[in-house]
Protein backbone atom coordinates (compact mmCIF):
# COMPACT_ATOMS: atom_id res chain seq x y z
CA UNK A 1 0.00 0.00 0.00
CA UNK A 2 0.90 3.53 -0.67
CA UNK A 3 2.13 4.74 2.62
CA UNK A 4 -1.09 6.83 3.57
CA UNK A 5 0.82 9.25 5.81
CA UNK A 6 1.57 11.28 2.55
CA UNK A 7 -0.76 12.23 -0.01
CA UNK A 8 -0.74 10.65 -3.44
CA UNK A 9 -2.48 9.07 -6.66
CA UNK A 10 -0.43 6.73 -7.63
CA UNK A 11 -1.81 3.47 -8.22
CA UNK A 12 -1.15 1.28 -5.13
CA UNK A 13 -0.07 -2.01 -5.05
CA UNK A 14 1.01 -2.71 -1.78
CA UNK A 15 -2.40 -1.86 -0.17
CA UNK A 16 -3.64 -5.46 -2.01
CA UNK A 17 -4.48 -8.43 0.13
CA UNK A 18 -6.44 -11.42 -1.55
CA UNK A 19 -10.04 -10.49 -2.68
CA UNK A 20 -13.03 -13.43 -1.16
CA UNK A 21 -15.95 -14.34 -0.87
CA UNK A 22 -18.38 -14.16 1.52
CA UNK A 23 -18.74 -17.32 3.74
CA UNK A 24 -19.70 -18.56 6.84
CA UNK A 25 -18.17 -19.14 10.45
CA UNK A 26 -14.37 -20.50 10.93
CA UNK A 27 -13.39 -19.22 7.21
CA UNK A 28 -9.82 -19.62 6.21
CA UNK A 29 -7.94 -17.22 3.84
CA UNK A 30 -4.79 -16.89 1.71
CA UNK A 31 -3.98 -13.17 2.41
CA UNK A 32 -0.64 -11.91 0.74
CA UNK A 33 2.48 -12.34 2.60
CA UNK A 34 0.37 -14.85 5.48
CA UNK A 35 -0.02 -18.00 6.17
CA UNK A 36 -4.01 -19.79 5.95
CA UNK A 37 -5.72 -17.70 8.26
CA UNK A 38 -9.06 -18.31 10.39
CA UNK A 39 -11.60 -16.17 10.44
CA UNK A 40 -14.93 -15.86 12.28
CA UNK A 41 -18.02 -14.56 10.17
CA UNK A 42 -20.88 -11.72 11.92
CA UNK A 43 -23.32 -13.85 11.55
CA UNK A 44 -21.90 -17.11 13.82
CA UNK A 45 -21.31 -14.34 16.53
CA UNK A 46 -25.18 -12.65 17.10
CA UNK A 47 -27.38 -13.97 19.55
CA UNK A 48 -29.88 -11.54 20.40
CA UNK A 49 -31.23 -7.49 20.16
CA UNK A 50 -28.53 -4.82 20.11
CA UNK A 51 -29.50 -1.25 21.20
CA UNK A 52 -27.92 0.74 18.22
CA UNK A 53 -26.46 4.38 19.07
CA UNK A 54 -28.62 4.83 15.13
CA UNK A 55 -31.35 3.14 15.95
CA UNK A 56 -32.62 -0.68 17.29
CA UNK A 57 -31.38 -3.01 15.01
CA UNK A 58 -31.44 -6.63 14.89
CA UNK A 59 -28.82 -8.16 12.47
CA UNK A 60 -30.24 -11.53 12.35
CA UNK A 61 -33.51 -10.31 10.78
CA UNK A 62 -32.04 -6.91 8.87
CA UNK A 63 -29.86 -7.11 6.10
CA UNK A 64 -27.40 -5.53 7.76
CA UNK A 65 -23.67 -4.08 6.46
CA UNK A 66 -21.05 -1.88 7.41
CA UNK A 67 -18.92 0.85 6.25
CA UNK A 68 -15.41 0.84 7.27
CA UNK A 69 -12.62 3.42 6.26
CA UNK A 70 -9.00 3.01 6.85
CA UNK A 71 -5.92 5.44 7.52
CA UNK A 72 -7.28 8.92 8.21
CA UNK A 73 -8.53 11.14 10.16
CA UNK A 74 -7.84 13.30 6.88
CA UNK A 75 -8.14 16.35 4.93
CA UNK A 76 -11.45 14.69 4.03
CA UNK A 77 -12.82 13.45 6.67
CA UNK A 78 -14.93 16.35 7.94
CA UNK A 79 -16.98 16.48 4.92
CA UNK A 80 -17.45 12.30 5.10
CA UNK A 81 -18.69 12.59 9.08
CA UNK A 82 -21.09 15.60 7.07
CA UNK A 83 -22.34 13.14 5.15
CA UNK A 84 -22.77 9.97 7.40
CA UNK A 85 -24.50 12.18 9.82
CA UNK A 86 -26.86 13.45 6.96
CA UNK A 87 -27.64 9.80 5.59
CA UNK A 88 -27.66 8.70 9.48
CA UNK A 89 -25.02 6.39 8.89
CA UNK A 90 -22.64 4.49 11.23
CA UNK A 91 -19.50 3.57 10.19
CA UNK A 92 -15.83 1.88 11.70
CA UNK A 93 -12.99 4.44 11.07
CA UNK A 94 -9.90 2.27 11.80
CA UNK A 95 -7.33 5.45 12.10
CA UNK A 96 -3.25 6.18 12.14
CA UNK A 97 -1.34 7.88 14.80
CA UNK A 98 1.29 10.06 12.76
CA UNK A 99 0.14 12.83 10.77
CA UNK A 100 -3.44 11.19 10.79
CA UNK A 101 -4.43 11.22 14.49
CA UNK A 102 -1.70 13.83 15.34
CA UNK A 103 -2.84 16.20 13.05
CA UNK A 104 -6.84 16.22 13.61
CA UNK A 105 -7.55 15.33 16.83
CA UNK A 106 -10.77 17.35 16.52
CA UNK A 107 -12.01 14.71 13.92
CA UNK A 108 -11.19 11.80 16.32
CA UNK A 109 -13.17 13.34 18.91
CA UNK A 110 -16.14 14.05 16.20
CA UNK A 111 -16.26 9.93 14.92
CA UNK A 112 -16.80 9.08 18.59
CA UNK A 113 -18.90 11.88 19.66
CA UNK A 114 -21.18 11.11 16.40
CA UNK A 115 -21.66 7.56 17.20
CA UNK A 116 -19.06 6.20 14.77
CA UNK A 117 -16.54 3.00 16.23
CA UNK A 118 -13.29 4.38 17.10
CA UNK A 119 -10.37 1.20 15.80
CA UNK A 120 -6.95 0.98 15.94
CA UNK A 121 -4.74 1.05 12.48
CA UNK A 122 -1.43 1.54 14.38
CA UNK A 123 0.68 4.60 14.81
CA UNK A 124 3.17 4.40 11.53
CA UNK A 125 1.19 1.70 9.03
CA UNK A 126 4.22 -0.63 8.86
CA UNK A 127 3.39 -4.28 8.32
CA UNK A 128 3.32 -6.09 11.46
CA UNK A 129 4.11 -9.26 10.39
CA UNK A 130 7.76 -8.28 9.48
CA UNK A 131 8.18 -6.70 13.18
CA UNK A 132 9.10 -8.06 16.30
CA UNK A 133 6.75 -8.59 19.36
CA UNK A 134 7.94 -5.24 21.30
CA UNK A 135 7.29 -3.58 17.13
CA UNK A 136 4.34 -4.64 17.07
CA UNK A 137 3.26 -4.09 20.62
CA UNK A 138 4.30 0.26 20.18
CA UNK A 139 2.04 -0.12 16.71
CA UNK A 140 -0.93 -0.73 18.69
CA UNK A 141 -0.60 0.15 21.94
CA UNK A 142 0.68 4.12 20.92
CA UNK A 143 -2.45 4.34 19.02
CA UNK A 144 -4.96 3.06 21.79
CA UNK A 145 -3.49 5.29 23.66
CA UNK A 146 -4.19 8.10 21.83
CA UNK A 147 -7.53 7.27 20.90
CA UNK A 148 -8.43 7.10 24.51
CA UNK A 149 -7.11 10.13 25.51
CA UNK A 150 -8.95 11.79 22.71
CA UNK A 151 -12.28 10.13 22.88
CA UNK A 152 -12.29 8.66 26.53
CA UNK A 153 -12.90 5.36 25.81
CA UNK A 154 -10.05 2.83 24.43
CA UNK A 155 -9.81 0.71 21.08
CA UNK A 156 -11.16 -2.87 21.22
CA UNK A 157 -10.96 -3.21 17.29
CA UNK A 158 -7.95 -3.46 15.12
CA UNK A 159 -7.43 -3.97 11.38
CA UNK A 160 -3.91 -4.84 10.13
CA UNK A 161 -2.28 -2.98 7.78
CA UNK A 162 -3.26 -4.36 4.37
CA UNK A 163 -4.94 -7.47 6.19
CA UNK A 164 -1.10 -9.00 7.33
CA UNK A 165 -1.55 -10.51 10.37
CA UNK A 166 -0.37 -14.06 11.69
CA UNK A 167 -0.10 -16.17 15.45
CA UNK A 168 2.13 -13.34 16.80
CA UNK A 169 -0.12 -10.54 16.22
CA UNK A 170 -3.04 -12.83 17.20
CA UNK A 171 -1.57 -13.05 20.60
CA UNK A 172 -0.36 -9.81 21.19
CA UNK A 173 -3.69 -8.44 20.50
CA UNK A 174 -5.14 -10.93 22.28
CA UNK A 175 -2.92 -9.22 25.66
CA UNK A 176 -4.12 -5.38 24.71
CA UNK A 177 -8.09 -6.76 24.06
CA UNK A 178 -7.84 -6.32 20.40
CA UNK A 179 -9.79 -8.15 17.55
CA UNK A 180 -8.96 -8.43 14.54
CA UNK A 181 -11.06 -7.14 11.48
CA UNK A 182 -10.80 -7.88 8.33
CA UNK A 183 -13.11 -7.07 5.27
CA UNK A 184 -15.32 -8.80 2.39
CA UNK A 185 -15.70 -5.99 0.47
CA UNK A 186 -13.02 -3.75 -1.39
CA UNK A 187 -13.20 -1.12 -3.70
CA UNK A 188 -9.25 -0.62 -4.25
CA UNK A 189 -10.02 2.86 -3.87
CA UNK A 190 -6.09 3.22 -3.63
CA UNK A 191 -5.53 2.54 -7.30
CA UNK A 192 -8.08 5.32 -8.64
CA UNK A 193 -9.71 8.90 -8.30
CA UNK A 194 -12.96 7.76 -10.05
CA UNK A 195 -15.94 7.68 -8.11
CA UNK A 196 -17.65 6.46 -10.25
CA UNK A 197 -15.81 2.99 -10.43
CA UNK A 198 -15.47 3.36 -6.47
CA UNK A 199 -18.96 3.14 -6.16
CA UNK A 200 -19.57 0.13 -8.76
CA UNK A 201 -17.07 -1.76 -7.50
CA UNK A 202 -18.31 -1.53 -4.00
CA UNK A 203 -22.43 -2.38 -5.16
CA UNK A 204 -21.25 -5.49 -7.18
CA UNK A 205 -19.56 -7.28 -4.22
CA UNK A 206 -21.97 -6.10 -1.39
CA UNK A 207 -23.83 -8.99 0.43
CA UNK A 208 -25.48 -9.30 4.18
CA UNK A 209 -23.19 -9.02 6.62
CA UNK A 210 -20.85 -7.04 4.45
CA UNK A 211 -17.54 -5.60 6.12
CA UNK A 212 -16.81 -2.72 3.29
CA UNK A 213 -13.36 -1.50 2.88
CA UNK A 214 -12.59 2.24 2.01
CA UNK A 215 -9.79 5.00 2.55
CA UNK A 216 -11.39 8.11 3.34
CA UNK A 217 -7.90 9.69 2.65
CA UNK A 218 -7.92 9.17 -1.30
CA UNK A 219 -9.67 12.13 -3.38
CA UNK A 220 -12.07 9.64 -5.19
CA UNK A 221 -13.30 8.00 -2.17
CA UNK A 222 -15.64 10.40 -0.48
CA UNK A 223 -17.25 11.74 -3.54
CA UNK A 224 -18.71 8.00 -4.00
CA UNK A 225 -20.20 7.78 -0.47
CA UNK A 226 -23.27 9.10 -0.90
CA UNK A 227 -23.91 6.78 -4.22
CA UNK A 228 -22.85 3.71 -2.09
CA UNK A 229 -25.39 4.53 0.50
CA UNK A 230 -28.43 5.78 -1.33
CA UNK A 231 -28.22 2.15 -3.65
CA UNK A 232 -27.19 0.09 -0.97
CA UNK A 233 -30.87 1.82 1.21
CA UNK A 234 -32.70 0.83 -2.09
CA UNK A 235 -31.63 -2.65 -1.53
CA UNK A 236 -32.61 -3.08 1.90
CA UNK A 237 -29.64 -2.61 3.74
CA UNK A 238 -28.89 -1.06 7.10
CA UNK A 239 -26.17 0.00 7.88
CA UNK A 240 -24.20 -0.56 11.53
CA UNK A 241 -21.04 -0.62 12.80
CA UNK A 242 -18.68 -3.51 13.33
CA UNK A 243 -19.99 -4.20 17.00
CA UNK A 244 -23.37 -4.15 16.11
CA UNK A 245 -22.89 -5.98 13.13
CA UNK A 246 -21.85 -8.64 15.82
CA UNK A 247 -23.68 -7.95 18.73
CA UNK A 248 -25.31 -8.84 21.10
CA UNK A 249 -22.49 -11.36 20.41
CA UNK A 250 -19.21 -9.42 21.16
CA UNK A 251 -15.73 -9.54 19.46
CA UNK A 252 -12.91 -11.65 20.89
CA UNK A 253 -9.54 -10.55 21.56
CA UNK A 254 -6.99 -12.14 19.30
CA UNK A 255 -9.79 -13.48 16.68
CA UNK A 256 -9.95 -12.60 13.36
CA UNK A 257 -13.07 -11.18 11.79
CA UNK A 258 -14.22 -10.88 8.26
Known sequence: MPSPTKKTKKTGTSFRAAAVTAAATALTLALTGCARLETTAPSAVRATDV?????????????????????????????????LKEEQVPATFFLLGRRHIERYPELVRRMADEGHEVANHTWTHRRLTELEPDGIREELERTDEEIERLTGRRPTLMRPPQGRTDDTVHGIS????????????????????????????VLAKASRDGIILLHDLYDGTVPAVPGIITELKKRGYVFVTVPQLLAPGKAEPGKVYR
Request: aromatic letters at 6%.
Open 51 to 83: QARFGTVDCRKAKCIALTFDAGPSEHSARLLDL
Open 174 to 201: RELGLSEVLWSVTAKDYTTTDSGLITRR
